[in-house]
């Protein structure tokens, strides 16, 4: 089968490749994939001791071909997305993955494509992840650091779902795209003042914030009242201060019946799906390159069938 592997343990060693199909265990399914989710952690989230070529890639959709005797979840046939991560026999970019039966998984609605399927599981996870936690009320007021991603994206629109005022943050072209999913109140990260911006909107700061992107935390905090809660999607350890909480997203939560409803109210266009391109499978790499500048608008995709 076709692959984007890492062919050795150098960054930027990635190649479309020819390897064997993987063989499943009794626990597993294998899967043919129609369409890849991309995200940053691609060519880096990678189990350890692995032997390469390594297929890259952490989330798809497609086609069960196979199912292992203890899985019971589906059948040959069925269409589904799923995130499959840190499995030694490769990700997710190729024509075949196999999957863990415990991998996060959804069954996809009739009405949705399989690019739009693979657009959902990291980010749709992760912002739940994100958001769920927080002993927010309806009217309370949450700050998004840097929402016009794809995680971004689901956030502003969970956080309206909720009830929350919501401001967020990215560069001004982004300014009525977020307004456009929801946004009260939007700032330009490159502002200096962007902080005292918040701050002169809600007096006193917002009761929230989620910092999506890398060393948006500190920064993050200091629009969040006193007493109010951070929490950083990338993984910041930042140290709290005037009684602000900060938490990394929790990997233990189950999302899965909050993951199916967003799925739903997606495939019933009741929440925005944004897919800035769809590539082709062969094209792989420019997709890596446009997700490694962090400015994606929505999400990027590899389609088997373009
Ligand atoms: N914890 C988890 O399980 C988990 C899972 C998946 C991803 N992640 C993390 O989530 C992040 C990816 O998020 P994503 O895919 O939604 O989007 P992304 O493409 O990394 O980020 C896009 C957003 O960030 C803004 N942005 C770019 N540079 C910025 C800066 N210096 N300060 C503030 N905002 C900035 C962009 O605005 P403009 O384009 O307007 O500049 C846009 O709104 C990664 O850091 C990844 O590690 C975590």
Known sequence: MKAIVK????????????????????DELLIEVRAIG???HDEYFLPQNISYPYTIGI??????????????????????????????????????VAVHKDSLSFRIPENMTFEQAAAIPVAGN???????PLPL????S?????????????LIQLAKEKGYVVASSASKRN??????????????YRDANWQQQITDWMPGGVDAAIAVQPKTTTDSMKVVKDGGHVTSISGDQVPSERGVSVEIVSH??????????????????????????VYPFAEGFEALKKTQTRHARGKLVLSMNK
């Open 175 to 188: 300014h009525q795209y977020m307004k456009e999913l929801g946004a009260d109140f939007t700032v330009d």
């Open 7 to 26: 062919q050795s343990a150098k960054t930027n060693d990635i190649a479309l490749l020819e390897v064997p199909v993987p063989e499943i265990n009794n």
């Open 252 to 277: 233990q939560l189950d999302i899965r019946n909050e993951l199916s409803r967003m799925v739903k109210h997606i495939a019933d266009n009741d929440m925005k799906l944004v897919i800035e391109e």
């Open 126 to 132: 992760t912002a739940l992840k994100a958001i769920e």
């Open 59 to 96: 989330e798809a959709a497609g086609v069960v071909q196979e199912v292992g005797s203890s899985v019971s979840s589906y059948e040959k046939g069925d269409r589904i997305a799923f995130i499959s991560m840190l499995q030694p026999k490769g990700g997710t970019w190729a024509e075949y």
């Open 38 to 40: 991309v995200g940053i």
């Open 142 to 154: 949450i700050f998004i650091a840097g929402a016009s991603g794809a995680i971004g994206t689901f």
């Open 137 to 140: 009320r309806p009217g309370n």
